[in-house]
Nanobody, 129 residues
Framework: QSQVVESGGGSVQPGGSLRLSCVGS????????ASWFRQAPGKEREGVAC????????DYIDSVKGRFTISRENARGTIRLQMNSLKPEDTATYFC??????????????????????WGKGTLVTVSS
């Protein structure tokens, strides 16, 4: 059975950093585009960052540009989200989701926030002083 599992959440003070990781099992992650979403209490889920299967295309929402970096280590089957200069408004449950598989060169160089094929259960990030 295929699944996606996130890790790395926790509590940090404003200005701090966290690195989230996402691993896949039961499927070949390197053939999938991946995205990080977040959902804060009482708010709708939003796409935060995505990366293509090829790894050469990334996208970020404006509120995290320059602070967050999405990357992938295909040899380890891992997607990472490095979050720096964290703000209280970054507090949310963060979800990893994947879309694919993609074998065509064109689709391997795209990333999207919808639709996603597999979702993790999320990891909580709390930014508070």
């Amino acid at each position: 059975q295929s699944q996606v599992v996130e890790s790395g959440g926790g509590s940090v003070q404003p200005g701090g950093s966290l690195r989230l990781s996402c691993v896949g099992s039961g499927f070949t992650l390197r053939n999938f585009a991946a995205s990080w979403f977040r959902q804060a209490p009482g708010k709708e889920r939003e796409g935060v960052a995505c990366i293509s299967a090829s790894g050469d295309i990334t996208d970020y929402i404006d509120s995290v540009k320059g602070r967050f970096t999405i990357s992938r280590e295909n040899a380890r089957g891992t997607i990472r989200l490095q979050m720096n200069s964290l703000k209280p408004e970054d507090t949310a449950t963060y979800f990893c989701a994947v879309d694919g598989p993609h074998y065509n060169a064109n689709t391997r160089s795209t990333c999207t926030y919808t639709p996603m094929d597999r979702w993790g259960k999320g990891t909580l990030v709390t930014v508070s002083s």
